[in-house]
C-alpha cells in the first residue's frame, strides 16, 4: 500500500518539469514566477532582467531550479524502483523456511516418537508460514523506507526551488517588476 504513493511522487516531480520545457515561455514564467514590468520595460528588457537576476539567484542560493525538478524526478524513480525490488523480494521467501521447518519437524519426530513424515509435513507448515511472515515484514519496511527517503529527496529539492524563486523575485522587485509566484 505504500508502493501507491510513488506514482504521486513521480506526477508531481515530472509536472514541475513540463513548464520548464516551453520553450515559448519567459525564463520567470518557465519557474512559474510572473513579473510584470512597473516601468514599462520591454520583452528584450525583461528577458536581459530575469537572466541577470537567474544568475544572481543561483549564486546566492546555490542551487539551480531546473537541476533541482531533474533531481526531484530522479528520487521519485528511485523511489518507485526500490519499492518495486522491495515487493519481489519476497518471492519464493517461503521455500526456505519450509526446508528448514521440514528438517527440523522430522529431527523432532523421529526423537520423540519415531513419525518422521507426519512431523516433517507439519515443520514444512510452519516453517513456511513463518518464514512468509517475515519476508513480507520486512519487504514493507523496505517499501516504507524508500518511500520515505524519497519524500526526503524530493522535499529537499522543492525547498531548494522555493529558495531560488524567492531570491529570484528579490532580484526582480529590486529592478522594478511586479512579480508573483
Not at 546566492?60 to 515487493?87: H, I, L, M, R, S
Not at 519496511?141 to 524508500?146: D, H, I, P, T
Request: hydrophobic share 40%.
Amino acid at each position: 500500500m505504500l508502493y501507491k504513493t510513488v506514482p504521486a511522487m513521480l506526477l508531481i516531480a515530472f509536472t514541475t518539469t513540463v513548464a520548464a520545457e516551453d520553450t515559448n515561455k519567459s525564463l520567470a514564467a518557465s519557474l512559474d514566477v510572473y513579473a510584470f514590468p512597473k516601468e514599462g520595460q520591454t520583452a528584450e528588457q525583461q528577458s536581459k532582467d530575469e537572466a541577470s537576476c537567474y544568475d544572481w539567484a543561483t549564486t546566492n542560493t546555490g542551487g539551480d531550479p531546473f537541476a533541482a525538478q531533474k533531481e526531484q524526478a530522479k528520487a521519485a524513480q528511485d523511489a518507485e524502483q526500490q519499492v518495486k525490488q522491495a515487493q519481489g523480494a519476497t518471492q519464493g521467501a517461503g521455500a526456505g523456511g519450509a526446508v528448514k521447518g521440514a528438517a527440523a519437524g522430522a529431527l523432532f519426530g523421529e526423537i520423540t516418537h519415531g513419525d518422521t513424515a507426519d512431523s516433517a509435513a507439519i515443520g514444512a507448515a510452519v516453517g513456511l508460514i513463518a518464514s512468509r511472515r517475515r519476508a513480507h515484514a520486512a519487504s514493507a519496511q523496505a517499501q516504507q523506507q524508500a518511500v520515505s527517503q524519497g519524500n526526503q529527496k524530493i522535499e529537499a529539492s522543492a525547498e531548494e526551488i522555493d529558495n531560488f524563486k524567492k531570491a529570484f523575485s528579490a532580484c526582480l522587485e529590486a529592478k522594478d517588476y511586479l512579480v508573483k509566484y
